[in-house]
């Protein structure tokens, strides 16, 4: 059975950091590119960040760069998103993707941004 569980989230002030895990299970993941969302409510989901099967390339968001960092450890079955300097506008679900053959959803860890 696919599963991608997400972990990390949770409350923190303007300004902050927090890291989300992601641990998946269930098919083949090195081979898979692994991505992470974003649904704030009210609003569309969008692309965060993502990386590539061997973690060589990534990309982001252009309101996340220099910022967050995604990263991937395909031995432990996890990816990760390292999150700094965080704002009241990065408050939203964040969900874990995974896209090859199929595509895969977690079903989200919440970050809140709030003083």
Same mark, same amino acid.
């Given at each position: =059975?696919? =599963?991608?569980?997400? *972990? +990390?989230? +949770?409350?923190?002030?303007?300004?902050? *950091?927090?890291?989300?895990?992601?641990?998946?299970?269930?098919?083949?993941?090195?081979?898979?590119?692994?991505?992470?969302?974003?649904?704030?409510?009210?609003?569309?989901r969008e692309l965060?960040?993502?990386?590539? $099967?061997?973690?060589?390339?990534?990309?982001?968001?252009?309101?996340?760069?220099?910022?967050?960092?995604? *990263? $991937?450890?395909?031995?432990?079955?996890?990816? %990760?998103?390292?999150?700094?300097?965080?704002?009241?506008e990065d408050t939203?679900? %964040? %969900?874990?993707?995974? %896209? #090859?053959?199929?595509?895969? #959803?977690? =079903?989200?860890?919440?970050?809140?941004?709030?003083?």
């Amino acid at each position: =059975q696919v =599963q991608l569980v997400e *972990s +990390g989230g +949770g409350l923190v002030q303007p300004g902050g *950091s927090l890291r989300l895990s992601c641990a998946a299970s269930g098919f083949t993941f090195s081979t898979y590119k692994m991505s992470w969302y974003r649904q704030a409510p009210g609003k569309e989901r969008e692309l965060v960040a993502a990386i590539t $099967r061997t973690g060589s390339r990534t990309n982001y968001a252009d309101s996340v760069k220099g910022r967050f960092t995604i *990263s $991937r450890d395909n031995g432990k079955k996890t990816v %990760y998103l390292q999150m700094n300097s965080l704002k009241p506008e990065d408050t939203a679900m %964040y %969900y874990c993707n995974a %896209y #090859w053959t199929n595509n895969y #959803w977690g =079903q989200g860890t919440q970050v809140t941004v709030s003083s």
